[in-house]
């Protein structure tokens, strides 16, 4: 991607590893992450610092990605998929003050290879889901999912597993 692409499509790229092939389209705020070889990152998405996205992944439209979420190889993220880092999430101190980075740790979450989670999905940090397991659009996913397990609700359950 040449810095005029870049430029006119509005796409913010700080301190991010690219891997070969990887389309990013526009709009798309990425910064201090990695993204691996043949990866898709659709309009509107946001991933930050710390933040792995494997080999032939795709992440659809108005996901956000944050800090501590690793995605393995051949991941599918629907549209606006949101991933949290912080079980207890405050903006200031006891005190009043604002909180800053040292005042909280990240929590990680991890998403195994050829997992799916559906549109408008939101994931809880802490996480494993479980590699080829699906998650159903509109989940709310607050415990691991075993791998090759469909899960969906609110929140997530168990539907069944694949063979």
């Not at 913010?12 to 990887?22: H, P, S, T, Y």
Request: net charge negative.
């Amino acid at each position: 991607m040449t810095e005029e692409y870049l430029r006119e499509n509005f796409i913010r790229l700080n301190n991010v590893k690219l891997g070969a092939d990887v389309k990013i389209f526009a709009f798309v705020n990425a910064y201090g992450c990695e993204i691996g070889d043949g990866s898709k990152v659709g309009t509107f998405v946001e991933i930050q610092k710390n933040a792995f996205i494997g080999k032939n992944c795709k992440i659809s439209s108005h996901s956000f990605i944050c800090e501590g979420v690793t995605i393995e190889d051949n991941v599918f993220i629907g549209h606006g998929v949101m991933f949290t880092n912080d079980l207890f999430p405050r903006a200031t101190n006891e005190d009043g003050s604002q909180q800053t980075e040292t005042d909280w740790e990240v929590v990680p979450t991890i998403v195994k290879k050829g997992a799916s989670i559906g549109s408008n999905a939101t994931i809880i940090a802490g996480v494993t889901i479980g590699e080829g397991a699906i998650i159903g659009a509109g989940a709310v996913v607050t415990k691991d999912v075993p791998p090759k397990t469909i899960v969906a609700g609110v929140p997530a359950k168990e539907l069944r597993t694949l063979e």
